[in-house]
């Protein structure tokens, strides 16, 4: 890993806790990222989105990317 990724990893270890701390204490956050492995291991809940609209609402019961990948195909293929 060279110098500036892992910098850009103690950043993001760094918000991770934050977002963390803020949803311990009842805060609701918004993580907006194009990032499946970020996204899954954060949220409670997944919206897919296209066009400036909500295509698919899915809770994080187990999420995976696939399943993430497929409302986002699905909602392209037939918006």
Do not use: C
């Amino acid at each position: 890993m060279n110098r500036r990724a892992a910098l850009m990893w103690g950043a993001r270890q760094e918000i991770y806790l934050l977002i963390n701390a803020l949803v311990q204490q009842g805060i609701a956050v918004i993580v907006i990222s194009s990032e499946l492995p970020e996204v899954l291991g954060l949220s409670d809940r997944v919206l897919v989105m296209h066009e400036g609209q909500i295509k698919a609402d899915l809770i994080n019961d187990n999420l995976t990317q696939e399943q993430v990948m497929e409302a986002a195909l699905r909602s392209e293929h037939y918006a």
